[in-house]
Nanobody, 112 residues
């Protein structure tokens, strides 16, 4: 069964950092494009970052460029989203996605 599971969310002060993790079950990330999305109540899900199967081929939303970094550990079959310089507007549920598979999401709250 193909599944994704995110972790690493939490409450952080503005300017702080968090690293989100996404574990894959039933397939390997190495062979697919992976994406991080986020969603706040009443808004559509927003693409935050993506990485193709080719190393270093990444795309970021303008709102997170220079602050967020997507990475993949093929040996551990994990995908990460390093988030630095967090802002209150980064508050959302963050989802890992590949193909048509979604994780359950992890809440990130940026507040003082």
């Amino acid at each position: 069964q193909v599944q994704l599971a995110e972790s690493g969310g939490g409450l952080v002060q503005p300017g702080g950092s968090l690293r989100l993790s996404c574990a894959a079950f039933g397939f390997t990330f190495r062979d697919y494009t992976v994406r991080w999305y986020r969603q706040t109540p009443g808004k559509e899900r927003e693409l935050v970052a993506s990485m193709t199967r080719m190393p270093g081929n990444t795309i970021y939303a303008d709102s997170v460029k220079g602050r967020f970094t997507i990475s993949k550990d093929n040996a551990q079959n994990m995908v990460y989203l390093q988030m630095n310089g967090l802002k209150p507007e980064d508050t959302a549920v963050y989802y890992c996605n590949t193909m048509s598979v979604w994780g359950q999401g992890t809440q990130v709250t940026v507040s003082s």
